[in-house]
C-alpha cells in the first residue's frame, strides 16, 4: 500500500516539556499500526495564530492545545463547537481540508470519564462539588459537573472575582468561597476537585487546611506530575476516595486521535502505562 501523506499532530503550550501527550498518542499509533505522528511545539503566544495557520500547510491534521493556549485558540478557530463555546476555551482542534481550524473542548469528556473510571459508584446528584480554581480547567470541569446533575458547586480562587465571574456566566448553581475559607467548605462536599496548578511539580503546594475531608469524600486532583500529589496522598490517608490526574489527560484524547487518524482508541491499563513511561 502506498500512503500519499501521513497525517500529523501537534501538542501546543509554553511550556511543553512535561506533557505526556506525546507518550498517548505514539502509544496509539504504534497499537493500531497507523502511520502518523504526534510531536510537542513550544510556541510562545504571540506566535500562536501563526503557528496554527501554517500546521495544515505542513501536513498536520489536527493539534490539541494547552496551557496557556486554550482560550487564545478558541478565539483563532474558524469553527467552534457548542460545546467549546460553552466552556470557553478550545483543547481539540482539527484542520479542514481548506486549511479552517475547527475548535472543540474535550476537557469536560475527559474528566468526567476519568471520574467514573476511578469511581464507579460515583453519584453526582449525592451533594454538593468543591472545585479549587478558576482557569479554563475550572470552567470545563464546572460545565461537566453541572450537566452531570451536581446540585451545587462551591467555587474557590486565590483570585475572587475570577470566582465570581464564573458565577455570573454559569449561574446560581455556584457558591463562591474566598480561598481562605476553601478548608471550611471541604466537610459538606462529596467531591473535591483541584483545577489549578498547586501541587504539580516545580509549582507551591496547595496549602489549604484539608481536616475538614472525611471517609469516603472523593478527591480528584487534575495534575498528574507528580502522580501522586500531596493532596491525594493526603485525601488517602484521611480514608477519601482519590482519583488522579492522568486519567482525564487519556480521556481526553480520545476523541481528537480519532478524528486524526480515524480510529477510537481504547484507555487501558497498557495506555497508562505507556504514559507513566
Known amino acids: 500500500m502506498?500512503?500519499?501523506?501521513?497525517?500529523?499532530?501537534?501538542?501546543?503550550?509554553n511550556p511543553?516539556?512535561?506533557?505526556?501527550?506525546?507518550?498517548?498518542?505514539?502509544?496509539?499509533?504504534?497499537?493500531?499500526?497507523?502511520?502518523?505522528?504526534?510531536?510537542?511545539l513550544n510556541v510562545e503566544k504571540d506566535n500562536l495564530e501563526t503557528v496554527l495557520r501554517t500546521l495544515p500547510k505542513m501536513g498536520f491534521v489536527g493539534a490539541n492545545v494547552t496551557t496557556p493556549h486554550k482560550v487564545l485558540a478558541l478565539s483563532i478557530a474558524d469553527q467552534v463547537s457548542d460545546r467549546?463555546?460553552?466552556?470557553?476555551?478550545?483543547?481539540?482542534?482539527?484542520?479542514?481540508?481548506d486549511g479552517n481550524i475547527y475548535a472543540d473542548n474535550t476537557d469536560g469528556y475527559g474528566?468526567?470519564?476519568?471520574?467514573?473510571?476511578?469511581?464507579?459508584?460515583?453519584?453526582?446528584?449525592?451533594?454538593?462539588?468543591?472545585?479549587?480554581?478558576?482557569?479554563?480547567?475550572?470552567?470545563?470541569?464546572?460545565?461537566?459537573?453541572?450537566?452531570?446533575?451536581v446540585p451545587e458547586i462551591f467555587l474557590t480562587n486565590r483570585t475572587r472575582a475570577k470566582s465570581e465571574a464564573l458565577r455570573a456566566e454559569?449561574?446560581?448553581?455556584?457558591?463562591?468561597?474566598?480561598?481562605?475559607?476553601?478548608?471550611?467548605?471541604?466537610?459538606?462536599?462529596k467531591l473535591v476537585v483541584n483545577t489549578t496548578s498547586l501541587g504539580m511539580q516545580g509549582k507551591p503546594e496547595l496549602r489549604i487546611p484539608l481536616d475538614g475531608l472525611r471517609p469516603g469524600t472523593i478527591?480528584?486532583?487534575?495534575?498528574?506530575?507528580?502522580?501522586?500529589?500531596?493532596?491525594?496522598?493526603t485525601a488517602a490517608q484521611m480514608g477519601?476516595?482519590?482519583?488522579?490526574?492522568?486519567?482525564?489527560?487519556?480521556?481526553?484524547?480520545?476523541?481528537?486521535f480519532e478524528r486524526w487518524f480515524g480510529i477510537r482508541p481504547e484507555v487501558?491499563?497498557?495506555?497508562?502505562?505507556?504514559?507513566?513511561?
Open 219 to 233: 478527591v480528584n486532583d487534575i495534575v498528574y506530575t507528580p502522580l501522586q500529589t500531596r493532596l491525594l496522598i
Open 84 to 97: 467549546a463555546t460553552l466552556i470557553g476555551a478550545a483543547n481539540t482542534l482539527i484542520f479542514k481540508a
Open 240 to 256: 477519601c476516595e482519590t482519583v488522579d490526574g492522568l486519567g482525564m489527560l487519556l480521556h481526553q484524547g480520545v476523541p481528537g
Open 16 to 40: 511543553i516539556a512535561h506533557s505526556r501527550s506525546p507518550l498517548l498518542h505514539k502509544h496509539w499509533l504504534k497499537k493500531y499500526d497507523l502511520a502518523g505522528d504526534y510531536v510537542p
Open 170 to 189: 454559569f449561574g446560581a448553581r455556584i457558591t463562591v468561597i474566598d480561598w481562605v475559607q476553601a478548608g471550611n467548605i471541604l466537610e459538606k462536599s
Open 111 to 149: 474528566f468526567i470519564a476519568n471520574l467514573k473510571a476511578g469511581v464507579r459508584a460515583w453519584d453526582p446528584k449525592a451533594g454538593p462539588a468543591t472545585v479549587l480554581g478558576a482557569g479554563g480547567a475550572a470552567r470545563a470541569v464546572i460545565v461537566a459537573l453541572a450537566e452531570a446533575g
Open 2 to 13: 502506498t500512503i500519499d501523506k501521513i497525517p500529523l499532530a501537534a501538542v501546543l503550550g
Open 268 to 277: 487501558d491499563s497498557a495506555t497508562r502505562a505507556a504514559v507513566i513511561g
